[in-house]
């Protein structure tokens, strides 16, 4: 009876109507639809046009996006995924930040027809949420043993995992603090994957120093969202859950992400769909998104609609997605997940991916007790990639490139409007670069392997060498002098 007076409660019209404009959102189906058919086979010439624009690095629209998705000559598709890699230099240098999703409930009142945790589910086990206790033992393992700097941490929707919940246990993440071979560490950055609320409530998180606030609409299509998203639950609301980002920029929250789940609907309607949002967060707020994830649909326990259908995305669809997302939206951070295998992951990080999870487990407390991570019936969905995190920094660097895991923006200030500006002019990426090496540094010398350290090093030579290249004198000895600190145990310095 309370959930089902919560569900009930959960959504004031108010606060979802307040953002349309005569009654309408701002995902115009037949808009996106007629873009998509008028950009049939464009031609070379509007393709260059197009990526000098992104070049530039300035938000596409649709036209031009939906140019890009229709492109299909091999060779201007390569100069495409040149140019995105391009951007992704320009705006982001070589720099890769890793995390970590933490689960922390598995209760859910909506019956997601993808998810292993929806509440139709009788087949779920451990359905629970984490503890203080519990919380603490994962940080030990994350931040203390494997290394860890940024989180994503996870909840269902559901009322013992509601607002005031979710901000206790970022204090109890952020609170954690464990000895390593040659220093400390702990959790910096406690970004948040949550169901959408309103004001008041992400104004208790802003309170709490979340880092970005993740909703993903999971699919754009109105149809397809109202099959897969049952009837009575809150998550078949899609305007509510569409200005979820709205309601957080007014909550005070600088960082926002949004995203799409990609294999429920018509992959091409999905990114257009994600370009429409981001252009509206700038045009409303000035700012676009901090992050763009595009995760694709995989096996979940009991889930019918995970089963691949006739919107499968292939691995071609899927790299046409990372390379045009790249382009429209170019200043804005993309996520690549554990959904994909290694080889996947390896071949799609080129082409414009600024973040990356390793070691990831997604279980409930599946870090400390990794029984919990093996049971299928204890995740969300399959994971394709469980790699290490010293393996995958390995294999980036064995890529040429940094693994960054700086946090130095959020706390400096440089979020929101402000870190958007720099990252479009290039002051960001001088001051992440000077962060990356420092951090790399404190990485390899508390965690890494010798394998790892041996082609990590490497990486840090070229990467200092390159910065006093860049920056004045004075500053590059004060660089130097932060590093050796570093180096000799001294931990969390940043710029």
């Known amino acids: 009876m309370v959930c089902s007076t919560w569900t009930k409660e959960r959504i004031p019209a108010t606060e979802r109507d307040q953002y349309l404009s005569s009654g309408r959102d701002f995902i115009d189906d037949a808009a996106i639809r007629s873009a998509l058919e008028a950009a049939q086979k464009p031609s070379n010439e509007r393709i260059r046009g197009i990526l000098q624009k992104s070049l530039a690095i300035k938000t596409l629209g649709l036209d ?221 707020f000035g700012v676009g998104p901090h992050t763009i994830s595009f995760p694709r649909l995989v096996n979940a326990e009991n889930a019918p609609a995970s089963a691949p259908g006739e919107n499968a995305v292939s691995d071609a669809d899927l790299r046409r997605v990372v390379t045009v997302l790249r382009l429209a939206v170019p200043s804005t951070g993309m996520i690549l997940t554990a959904r994909e295998n290694a080889e996947m992951r390896r071949s799609l990080i080129p082409l414009g991916v600024t973040q990356t999870d390793a070691s990831s487990r997604i279980g409930l407390g599946a870090y400390s007790k990794p029984e919990n991570f093996q049971r299928a019936r204890r995740q969300q969905f399959v994971l394709n990639d469980t790699r290490s995190l010293d393996d995958v920094v390995r294999q980036l660097a064995e890529m040429g490139y940094i693994t960054s895991f700086c946090t130095a923006g959020y706390r400096c200030g440089r979020t929101g409007k402000k870190i958007m500006e720099y990252l479009r002019n290039g002051k960001e990426c001088v001051l992440c670069k000077l962060n990356a090496v420092i951090t790399f540094r404190e990485w390899l010398d508390d965690f890494a392997s010798d394998a790892t350290r041996r082609v990590g090093e490497k990486i840090i030579t070229g990467e200092i060498a390159g910065i006093k290249e860049i920056i004045p004198e004075s500053f590059f000895r004060q660089f130097m002098e932060s590093y050796d600190k570093t180096s000799q145990g001294t931990r969390d310095i940043y710029f």
């Open 64 to 284: 031009e996006c939906a140019a890009l998705l229709n492109a299909d000559d091999p060779e201007i598709v390569a100069e495409m995924e040149q140019a995105a890699l391009t951007v992704k230099k320009k705006v982001y240098d070589n720099r890769i930040v890793t995390f970590a999703p933490l689960y922390m409930s598995s209760k859910c009142v909506n019956n997601c027809s993808y998810c292993s945790f929806r509440s139709g589910n009788t087949r779920a086990e451990n359905r629970s949420v984490l503890s203080r206790e519990q919380i603490v033992e994962e940080i030990r393992t994350l931040a203390g043993k494997i290394g860890h700097k940024r989180l994503i941490v996870v909840y269902g929707e559901h009322p013992d995992s509601d607002a005031d919940y979710i901000a206790q246990s970022i204090g109890t993440i952020y609170g954690v603090r464990e000895k390593t071979r040659n220093g400390w560490a702990q959790i910096r950055r406690v970004n948040v994957n949550a169901a959408p609320m309103t004001i008041d409530g992400l104004k208790i998180l802003k309170a709490a120093k979340i880092g970005t606030y993740q909703v993903f609409q999971e699919t754009y299509d109105r149809a397809v969202y109202d099959t897969v998203h049952p009837h009575g639950t809150v998550k078949n609301d899609y305007r509510w859950r569409l200005y979820s980002m709205h309601r957080a920029m007014e909550a005070g929250i600088d960082d926002v992400g949004i995203g799409a789940l990609f294999g429920l609907a018509d992959w091409r309607f999905e990114v257009m769909g994600l370009l429409s949002h981001a252009r509206e967060l700038e045009q409303r």
